[in-house]
């Protein structure tokens, strides 16, 4: 099992950043990708950010490239998205998740979730 706890949620204005946080415990964090997604209010869970198991492999949903960056630091066994020039339609719900293989955009891949931490960015 990996337990997974998202923190750095809040309000912010458009244009704002925040930085979210993904702590994993359980079992050995490199041996899983981590993908980053979200879900707005009335709105199916949408693919936001991965990072394989070493950092070397990276994806982003397009709409979130040159805005968005994902990161993880293994020794810390934390996943970090740092969100930059946000704007009111990245409102959502954000969660993390651990993959044991091949990292992915896909949700079905993923084999464990966080609680999810609250993103609202203000008009």
């Known amino acids: 099992q990996v337990q997974l706890v998202e923190s750095g949620g809040g309000l912010v204005q458009a244009g704002g950043s925040l930085r979210l946080s993904c702590a994993a415990s359980?079992?050995?964090?490199?041996?899983?990708?981590m993908g980053w997604f979200r879900q707005a209010p009335g709105k199916e869970r949408e693919f936001v950010a991965a990072?394989?198991?070493?950092?070397?492999?990276?994806y982003y949903l397009d709409s979130v490239k040159g805005r968005f960056t994902v990161s993880r630091d293994n020794a810390k066994n934390t996943v970090y998205l740092q969100m930059n020039s946000l704007k009111s339609e990245d409102t959502a719900v954000y969660y993390c998740?651990?993959?044991?293989?091949?990292?992915?955009?896909?949700?079905?891949?993923?084999?464990?979730w966080g609680q999810g931490t609250q993103v609202t960015v203000s008009s």
């Open positions: 998740a651990a993959t044991p293989r091949r990292t992915t955009r896909y949700s079905q891949e993923y084999d464990y």
């Open positions: 359980g079992r050995t964090f490199s041996d899983y990708g």
């Open positions: 990072i394989s198991r070493s950092g070397g492999n990276i």
